[in-house]
């Protein structure tokens, strides 16, 4: 069969997202769905326009405008809530606002699986077609629908979702053209009957979830500076949380390469451990502090008693997630191939100790907490430490999941070391003197064999793997980590080696030796954002802060990042939005912004 990509594929990452922390959409400019997978994160996407469907065109919901010249999208002002105006050659324009229900109700959330739509003309007499085509099976197959008076199902297999609006249903069946002269609702979801009018239902439910959002924003401790960028990557941070289990995805798609026409395409649609922690890091910085409560009952599902972990695992506490291709889906912009499933599950990467254990620390010194940890919790976490003391001097394929080689990665050495270390901390707090010691002095050992053989006297820096002689960008996080002081000439040599050998512009490579796929192409947006937060470290402030701001302007329009962006004119690649990269944007701006003293 051959290929040929129709025109309105979409060709760039400039997206939004809307969810609840149980289902999400990404919506392009023109207010088109063109991801979302039902009925969870990791579900069938039933909206996969983006990445190209090759035997049934749709896999979108597009609310399409005639001669349509001109677009504009924001969010409303700290939501979820998205907000397209279109604009026609005749002077007719329209809003669409879009968004997933959220609000306190009866002691709960409510966060059903639907999108709500709410289109109204704004002048002229703007000609649209509603056009409603999702597929099943990774876009194989077109799902049988059925239709009532006021509604449309579509038997999605596991899930029967239903279309229910106050336009014609005939008008949406059949996608024919129609002057827009009212405001139209349209609910997508569960196959269940309204019990009122929709137009109302959609009324109250915007009201709410925007009411929602503003309040938990409202608490959030945010600094002084760029709070618009802070806000919007803690919003998305909270819609990549799947708050079922309480699981955090690395990212809401799978297989949008980390460059053009690359084999380096991976299904982020699971929770890495690591990632997950470093987002409630992040979260905890801000003042969040239940998705850290949420992500460690989740740790706490998936963790045998032993303590053994996996480095990621699925959203509903899946062990094994079988990578397999998918031919029914030619990739984002035909860039194939779309993978199903990640083999790092198999993988050995010793650091998920330490990122479980530092993401639990703070249950132990926060008093703002309902249930702090205490001699029980911290009995149910020293397993970890058993393992990460055990595996500290092991080869593995680190955090950079090397699929061809294993070495002793330092970063996942200096995680086993924080694992003991923050584990002696917090035996000191529960006065547990027998534990403090016995944790201190193994990560004593830990500390001193690391500095031993990740140093390289040679180069004057550290290296990526012990005895070795590249350099990686996760040694920007030594200081952080506490392993070693800011102001250790070994550290600040180490942050000075890697802005020679791995930044390019103003951005950073998270490595520059051939990997299993060959070299990498495009920078790695977190490490760009560690090499920012390093830099101010070591007293390189004012260049930081310059470099801050160019990596903002990176953003896309609605101040979204992906993975990976492209060295030359700053094109986003990668899995889309990117967990970690919003999370280096909110510590690298906590970290530069003025104190709020200066406000005043």
């Given at each position: 069969?051959?290929?040929?990509?129709?025109?309105?594929?979409?060709?760039?990452?400039?997206?939004?997202?809307?969810?609840?922390?149980?289902?999400?959409?990404?919506?392009?400019?023109?207010?088109?769905?063109?991801?979302?997978?039902?009925?969870?994160f990791d579900g069938d996407p039933t909206f996969c326009a983006l990445l190209s469907p090759r035997v049934h065109e749709g896999g979108d919901f597009a609310i399409e405008l005639?001669?349509?010249?001109?677009?504009?999208?924001?969010?409303?002002?700290?939501?979820?809530?998205?907000?397209?105006?279109?604009?026609?050659?005749?002077?007719?324009s329209l809003e669409i606002v879009d968004f997933c229900p959220r609000w306190h109700q009866n002691e709960r959330f409510y966060r059903p699986v639907m999108l709500m739509r709410r289109i109204r003309p704004l002048s002229g007499l703007p000609r649209i077609r509603i056009r409603l085509r999702p597929l099943a099976d990774y876009g194989a197959t077109r799902p049988e629908s059925t239709w009532g008076s006021n509604h449309i199902r579509y038997l999605v297999p596991g899930?029967?979702?239903?279309?229910?609006?106050?336009?014609?249903?005939?008008?949406?069946?059949?996608?024919?053209?129609?002057?827009l002269d009212r405001e139209l609702h349209l609910v997508l979801g569960p196959d269940e009957t309204l019990t009122q009018p929709v137009d109302a239902f959609v009324r109250h439910a915007e009201e709410k979830t925007v009411a929602y959002w503003r309040e938990w924003?409202?608490?959030?401790?945010?600094?002084?500076?760029?709070?618009?960028?802070v806000i919007r990557s803690a919003i998305t941070l909270k819609l990549c949380q799947y708050e079922e289990t309480g699981a955090i995805v690395a990212a809401m798609t799978t297989s949008i390469?980390?460059?053009?026409?690359?084999?380096?395409?991976?299904?982020y649609r699971y929770c890495w451990l690591r990632d997950a922690a470093f987002v409630v890091r992040a979260f905890n910085r801000l003042g969040a502090t239940r998705s850290m409560?949420?992500?460690?009952?989740?740790?706490?599902?998936?963790?045998?008693?032993?303590?053994?972990?996996?480095?990621?695992y699925g959203i509903g506490f899946?062990?094994?997630l079988a990578e397999e291709q998918v031919d029914s889906l030619a990739g984002y912009r035909g860039m194939g191939p779309v993978r199903r499933g990640n083999l790092a599950w198999l993988q050995r990467q010793h650091d998920v100790y330490g990122s479980v254990v530092l993401a639990s620390t703070q249950l132990f010194f926060d008093q703002r907490l309902t249930r702090m940890g205490d001699a029980t919790t911290f009995a149910r976490i020293e397993p970890l430490g058993e393992r990460a003391f055990a595996l500290h001097d092991q080869p593995d394929a680190g955090l950079w999941e090397f699929r061809g080689r294993a070495e002793v990665h330092t970063y996942s050495s200096v995680m086993c070391w924080a694992a003991c270390d923050r584990l002696a901390r917090i035996a000191v707090h529960l006065n547990l003197p027998e534990r403090v010691r016995y944790w201190r002095q193994r990560a004593d050992l830990i500390h001193a064999r690391i500095v031993a053989q990740a140093y390289n006297e040679e180069l004057g820096h550290f290296v990526e793997a012990l005895d070795g002689n590249r350099l990686d960008a996760s040694l920007l996080l030594l200081a952080d980590l506490g392993f070693v002081k800011p102001e250790d000439p070994r550290f600040v040599r180490t942050v000075e080696a890697i802005g020679e050998h791995l930044r390019r512009?103003?951005?950073?490579?998270?490595?520059?030796a051939p990997d299993d796929f060959g070299s990498p192409e495009t920078s790695f947006t977190i490490c760009t954002f560690w090499y920012i937060d390093a830099l101010a470290t070591i007293g390189r402030r004012e260049e930081a802060r310059i470099l801050f701001e160019r990596i903002l302007a990176r953003r896309n329009p609605l101040g979204l990042l992906s993975e990976d962006l492209e060295f030359g004119g700053g094109e986003a690649w990668g899995n889309f939005p990117q967990t970690y990269s919003h999370v280096g944007l909110i510590n690298a701006a906590m970290r530069l912004s003025r104190p709020w003293q200066d406000a005043a």
């Amino acid at each position: 069969m051959t290929w040929r990509a129709p025109p309105d594929l979409p060709t760039s990452l400039d997206l939004g997202i809307v969810g609840n922390g149980s289902f999400a959409a990404l919506i392009d400019g023109n207010a088109r769905v063109v991801w979302s997978c039902v009925p969870a994160f990791d579900g069938d996407p039933t909206f996969c326009a983006l990445l190209s469907p090759r035997v049934h065109e749709g896999g979108d919901f597009a609310i399409e405008l005639e001669d349509l010249v001109s677009s504009e999208q924001h969010y409303l002002t700290n939501t979820a809530v998205l907000r397209t105006v279109l604009r026609d050659a005749h002077g007719g324009s329209l809003e669409i606002v879009d968004f997933c229900p959220r609000w306190h109700q009866n002691e709960r959330f409510y966060r059903p699986v639907m999108l709500m739509r709410r289109i109204r003309p704004l002048s002229g007499l703007p000609r649209i077609r509603i056009r409603l085509r999702p597929l099943a099976d990774y876009g194989a197959t077109r799902p049988e629908s059925t239709w009532g008076s006021n509604h449309i199902r579509y038997l999605v297999p596991g899930f029967t979702l239903r279309l229910t609006g106050d336009v014609p249903v005939r008008l949406v069946r059949d996608a024919l053209p129609f002057v827009l002269d009212r405001e139209l609702h349209l609910v997508l979801g569960p196959d269940e009957t309204l019990t009122q009018p929709v137009d109302a239902f959609v009324r109250h439910a915007e009201e709410k979830t925007v009411a929602y959002w503003r309040e938990w924003v409202r608490y959030l401790s945010i600094p002084l500076e760029w709070q618009d960028a802070v806000i919007r990557s803690a919003i998305t941070l909270k819609l990549c949380q799947y708050e079922e289990t309480g699981a955090i995805v690395a990212a809401m798609t799978t297989s949008i390469p980390e460059a053009p026409n690359t084999v380096r395409n991976w299904d982020y649609r699971y929770c890495w451990l690591r990632d997950a922690a470093f987002v409630v890091r992040a979260f905890n910085r801000l003042g969040a502090t239940r998705s850290m409560e949420d992500y460690l009952r989740y740790v706490a599902n998936v963790a045998p008693p032993d303590g053994t972990l996996q480095p990621l695992y699925g959203i509903g506490f899946e062990r094994e997630l079988a990578e397999e291709q998918v031919d029914s889906l030619a990739g984002y912009r035909g860039m194939g191939p779309v993978r199903r499933g990640n083999l790092a599950w198999l993988q050995r990467q010793h650091d998920v100790y330490g990122s479980v254990v530092l993401a639990s620390t703070q249950l132990f010194f926060d008093q703002r907490l309902t249930r702090m940890g205490d001699a029980t919790t911290f009995a149910r976490i020293e397993p970890l430490g058993e393992r990460a003391f055990a595996l500290h001097d092991q080869p593995d394929a680190g955090l950079w999941e090397f699929r061809g080689r294993a070495e002793v990665h330092t970063y996942s050495s200096v995680m086993c070391w924080a694992a003991c270390d923050r584990l002696a901390r917090i035996a000191v707090h529960l006065n547990l003197p027998e534990r403090v010691r016995y944790w201190r002095q193994r990560a004593d050992l830990i500390h001193a064999r690391i500095v031993a053989q990740a140093y390289n006297e040679e180069l004057g820096h550290f290296v990526e793997a012990l005895d070795g002689n590249r350099l990686d960008a996760s040694l920007l996080l030594l200081a952080d980590l506490g392993f070693v002081k800011p102001e250790d000439p070994r550290f600040v040599r180490t942050v000075e080696a890697i802005g020679e050998h791995l930044r390019r512009g103003d951005a950073l490579f998270r490595y520059v030796a051939p990997d299993d796929f060959g070299s990498p192409e495009t920078s790695f947006t977190i490490c760009t954002f560690w090499y920012i937060d390093a830099l101010a470290t070591i007293g390189r402030r004012e260049e930081a802060r310059i470099l801050f701001e160019r990596i903002l302007a990176r953003r896309n329009p609605l101040g979204l990042l992906s993975e990976d962006l492209e060295f030359g004119g700053g094109e986003a690649w990668g899995n889309f939005p990117q967990t970690y990269s919003h999370v280096g944007l909110i510590n690298a701006a906590m970290r530069l912004s003025r104190p709020w003293q200066d406000a005043a």
